[in-house]
């Protein structure tokens, strides 16, 4: 029975988002699409991929950053700038179109490597990216693993069994993590 739920559950993590439900609500990322409305406006409706900064361009309002927030908050963030002198009740929807795809990648001695889908609505650390991948295989060398960051030059060294073991921190992971588990030399 645990095997077929393990299956399942490594089927929907395969589904794309939007097959997922995610399209509409949720965090909005950076560089994700979105949709903003205003209820009886038809001329401020403003559609877009969101630029590397997380900002869009709305008319009258202009550059609006929402990146990292709620549709929710968003939504409430453009009434208030849109009450601010041009209209009366603003009613603003804001909808998520598609999402650009976060994901870290585990190399090397893991039971499972792979490519694996970064959440937006959570952080996802390097120990729970290690067992999404299966763990560490037998031979695998817990004590050595590297963690290569886009923005850093040199890769990060991790003793995993460190941080299990409640001597280090755990590391949440950031888009195009690649993480890399050593063979271990006898």
Request: charged share 25%; no cysteine.
């Amino acid at each position: 029975m645990k095997t077929i739920l393990s299956i399942i559950f490594s089927l929907i993590a395969l589904l794309p988002a939007a097959a997922q439900g995610e399209r509409g609500s949720g965090t909005i990322g950076s560089r994700d699409s979105i949709e903003i409305r205003v209820f009886r406006e038809d001329d401020l409706t403003t559609r877009g991929q969101l630029s590397a900064s997380g900002t869009i361009d709305m008319p009258l309002i202009g550059t609006v950053k929402v990146a990292g927030m709620s549709t929710d908050a968003a939504a409430n963030l453009i009434e208030r700038k849109l009450r601010d002198g041009y209209l009366v009740r603003p009613e603003v929807t804001v909808s998520i179109t598609a999402r650009v795809r976060k994901t870290v990648t585990v190399l090397g001695e893991a039971q499972k490597p792979g490519l694996f889908r970064l959440d937006p609505n959570r952080k996802l650390t390097l120990v729970e990216a290690i067992g999404l991948a299966g763990g560490v295989t037998r031979i695998g060398n817990a004590k050595k693993i590297t963690l290569k960051r886009r923005n850093l030059e040199n890769p990060i060294r991790i003793d995993l069994r460190a941080i299990t073991a409640g001597k280090a921190k755990d590391i949440p992971l950031q888009d195009g993590d690649i993480i890399t588990i050593p063979e271990s030399l006898f």
